[in-house]
């Protein structure tokens, strides 16, 4: 009886286990199955999104050609005599171009045609930032260069070696200044005539020389700078890293020394100095060099050439100073030296090149001899690889405006005011910006204007309250002096020697002249160009905005002109003078960064960042932002992913 009852409950008790166990432990199979199930539809979902996704850009790509290439026609296209048969004039009686061939295409351009004319020299950061804040419609612009295109300079190195292609840093002058529907000159300016308002320019095309008058009503001067030779023989031997000819000629002879490395027949002896580099200048363009280098023998060299070519590659840095980034805060040049030293990068520091010649580099050092005194001690590096990089010097074209202006002493830049505009010539016309320009910092040039204009009482001596006034028109002439004249009352009392509680005119010399040794010039670096460019592309737009656009004579182009030379009282467009429409161009320090080879440095003046693969990135980041268009920074960030996958190109082109 108790068997039986006991039957139906094991029975049930069976039931509920086999249920639970089908719920809660599923067989093993099933799960992978499902997992299995799972992946192929997410893989396959993927799959057909990559599809569908290649397809619409595919799409795109074809809707884009199929508006793009279509035919266009330039049937009875409108072009004025003058463009076709220049007038000329001037003191050499050459052809004035005063009309370009597409000055009457349309309406736009022929309204263009009335405006001012803005010529400028150069495309370099400072031309490059004119054209970027000078507004549609101001002026009449036309750009002068020997190139057709704009480079982006800090990244020359990586060029050099092939970290990124020069196609990447180039952008072309007619799509920058297509904005302003400007107008491109290929030629190198030669002289002014500033008494008519005449650029000379010599343009050279297959073996044929022509030069030509280029007529303007504003003048921007941002040709740059040469390198500074210091007196040292042998230069010829030599690079310079300052044009994408540059780059490309030193990749070709990178390239070459390590071909000829690579050869049986060539000797230990030679080997060595093919391999060898020696860099001249401790500043972020040798620095630079030295770590893409470094950074192409350690990815590269190692791994598709013989291993005792990268064995046998010597890097020299030969830096004037006691440190290289001299410019940069004492840690960071420490940093990069530190690294340096861990990279075997040979530092020869507080030396000076004696002579370069076609295999070796001379230099001396002062040294301790036997007995103590110290003695210059002249070395020899044997090398097939120099590259110049320390100082500069004027462009010749530079070199010869200076020579027409009779205060122009500075030996390595067109001097301006804080306005930009060339001292010495017709106030308003002529401006010079970037390397080529320096900012006058002597307040003694300024002596008798402002004892004339704060000298109320006209006794000779200029009391505390004269002073102030004197301070505030100081610093609108000079802004670089700012930050000394701080101290107002303190400067005053230390100057006045004889206790009067004023400044006699010796004692007010001697303070300017102290604080004006105390200034020191605006580095020449891209981004005072860059800052300098914007400045004035602002301040010509104001300018424009305010000034008499009423015809005159010069801009008449109803008929052609048949004079010989053109009249010094010919009418122009009357501007408002700078001072009355813009503030004095003041210098915004905003950092200075360098790579030294998978790591970067940043100084910020008081803050200071330096690093291995995050400051490398960050130092990307900023020269991929700063990039003129869209598609060179698309083109860069190709080159990177690129090169990070494959490695560097290694053919000889």
Known sequence: ?????????????????????????????????RRAKAGAK??????????????????????????TYNEKHADRVPVHPLALNPERGGPKNLPVVRIQMDDEEDDEAKRLLTRPKLVIVGAGWGAMGVLSTVSPGDYHVTVVSTDTFTTFTPLLPSAAVGTVSVRSLIEPIRKIVARLRGHVIVGKATDLVMGERLLEVQTSFNGKTDTIYVPYDKLVIAVGSTSSTHGVPGLDN?????????AQSI?????DNFEQASLPTTSPEERRRLLSFVICGGGPTGVETAAEIYDFCQEDIMNYFPKICRNEVSIHVIQSREHILNTYAEGISKFAEEKFARDQVNLVTSARVAGVTHDSVLYTVKEKDENGKTVTVQHSIPTNFVLWSTGIAMNP???RVASLLPNQAHKKAIETDA?????????????????????????INHFNALVEECDKDSNGKIDFGEWEDMVTKIKKRVPMAE??????????????TDSDNSLSLNELFKLLEEIGNRLTSLPATAQVASQQGKYLGKKLHKLARKVNTSPSPSNDISKPVSTTSLPSNTLRPVFPNDDEVWKPFKYLHLGSLAYIGNAAVFDFGQYQFMGGLVAMYAWRSIYWNEQVGTRTRALLMFDWIIRGIWGRDLSRL
């Open 483 to 496: 930050d000394h004249l701080a101290q107002v009352k303190e400067l005053f009392q230390l100057y006045d």
């Open 1 to 33: 009886m108790f068997a039986a009852a006991r039957r139906p409950a094991a029975r049930l008790a069976t039931r509920q286990l086999a249920r639970f166990s089908s719920t809660q432990v599923p067989p093993a199979g099933g799960a992978w199955a």
């Open 419 to 443: 306005h930009l505009r060339v001292l010495g010539s017709p106030k308003g016309e002529v401006y010079a910006i970037g390397d080529c320009a320096n900012i006058e910092t002597s307040l």
């Open 238 to 246: 030599c690079f310079q890293l300052k044009t994408i000819g540059d």
């Open 397 to 399: 074209f530079t070199a």
């Open 251 to 255: 990749r070709r002879r990178i390239m």
């Open 42 to 67: 997410y893989t396959g979902l993927f799959a057909l999104s990559t599809v569908a996704g290649v397809g619409a850009l595919a799409g795109g790509i074809l809707i884009h050609d199929a508006f």
